[in-house]
């Protein structure tokens, strides 16, 4: 019989909204059971410091340097330290917050930290978290850097929840071929055809990301509760078709017919607003939605074959009912939202990185050719027990 830990994972997702904490118990194979979820909302000067630092980077990319580049250099060095110093401590808070409430030994923390920079492509990726003043601060095991050795092997870091997607489809007993469709701030999905295998795992496209930057950006609200502000504004189709176009031209070097390469993972940074930058903000929030909603839905009727019995919309994104009534107007299947199966989908993946920290430490692979594109399986994260 294997044996089973308990293991508490910590989120901090794209919108850099606040922590995401879950103790999971499992055998790291298949064997899970949700002990307890918790969130930590940040202060407003997070995801503040977050977008700044966003900004910057972004700045050093387009720029071809000179004086003013140095200066950015030295600021965003300087910045970023102190703000991973930050989060950290904001999760070790988190982690003692938790524990109050949990009676048992805890095996292991699941540190994902905060991304702010993913760049498949140039095999670079920077999660904001410090494993070890984090074991240090909270007495316990830490499992941390996840995806620095996918990337080491020839994958791109990302996306690693389909095995925990898998184990759940598994445990919900549900029809296949079956599609997780997980709507963060990035969109991937899990695509299983056959019973216990991932077929593919892949980001497909932007998330809730473009929606939250353009409410910030126009209004005072974070996001577009409910989808609301987009049901009230009208799409503009001129606008939408043109960047649907551009997106799909972007695509034209992957080959569909082999889903090996039929993958790639996305930063936050490889979507803009431009498209829509002179819409106000109803029609604005519409237009975004509805590409968004384009897309996901073009990917599951063009690529997936055999089509999905069944999709599964996790994230926060499945909370945006006029993008999931979008979407299901244009699949030829039934659509699930995950909480149905009696699992909070605000805590997906806290509780995928409390699996994936136990399966690093048993040295079970956590990524895979079919899901990041890795040379052959592989195991990843740093463990640290500092204390």
């Not at 540190?111 to 316990?140: A, M």
Request: with cysteine; net charge neutral; aromatic share 12%.
């Amino acid at each position: 019989m294997s044996k089973s830990y308990y293991s508490l994972g910590l989120m901090s997702g794209t919108s850099g909204d606040g922590i995401d904490a879950s103790i999971i118990k499992s055998d790291g194979q298949s064997k899970y059971e949700t002990v307890l979820d918790k969130y930590f909302e940040y202060d407003s000067d997070i995801p503040k410091k977050i977008s700044q630092i966003k900004d910057k980077l972004a700045y050093l990319e387009s720029s071809i340097g000179g004086p003013e580049y140095i200066r950015i250099q030295k600021e965003l060095y300087k910045e970023t330290n102190f703000l991973e110093k930050k989060i950290t401590l904001l999760h070790a808070e988190a982690t003692n917050e938790t524990l109050k409430d949990f009676k048992e030994n805890l095996d292991f923390i699941g540190f994902h930290g905060h991304t702010i920079q993913h760049l498949p492509n140039r095999k670079y990726t920077r999660q904001l978290g410090d494993g070890n003043l984090l074991s240090n601060i909270t007495k316990r095991t830490v499992v941390y850097d996840f995806r620095q050795n996918d990337i080491e092997n020839g994958g791109e870091g990302a996306p690693l929840t389909p095995i925990f997607h898998k184990l759940l489809v598994e445990k919900f007993k549900t029809e296949i071929p079956i599609v997780v469709l997980n709507i963060g701030g990035i969109a991937n999905v899990t695509i299983i055809e056959k019973k216990e295998s991932i077929t593919t795992g892949q980001d497909i496209g932007p998330g809730n990301c473009l929606i939250d930057q353009w409410m910030k950006k126009n209004s005072n609200k974070s996001y577009d509760k409910n989808g609301s502000t987009a049901k009230s504004g009208s799409i503009h189709y001129l606008f939408l078709n043109k960047a649907l176009s551009e997106w799909y031209n972007r695509l034209e070097d992957r080959d569909p017919f082999n889903k090996i390469k039929w993958h790639r993972s996305y930063d936050t940074s490889d979507f803009d607003l431009s498209f829509v930058r002179d819409l106000p903000l109803e029609d604005g929030a519409a237009t975004l939605t509805e590409y968004s909603s384009e897309i996901y839905s073009n990917f599951i009727n063009n690529f997936c074959n055999p089509y999905p019995k069944k999709i599964i919309v996790c994230g926060g994104g499945r909370k945006n009912k006029f993008l999931i009534k979008s979407f299901e107007k244009k699949i030829k299947c039934g659509l699930d939202i995950i909480d149905k199966y009696g699992v909070n989908g605000d805590f997906i993946e806290s509780q995928a990185f409390a699996y994936l920290a136990i399966r690093s430490y048993l040295k079970l692979p956590i990524s895979f050719p079919e899901t990041t594109g890795v040379h052959e399986p592989c195991t990843g994260g740093t463990i640290i027990t500092n204390f």
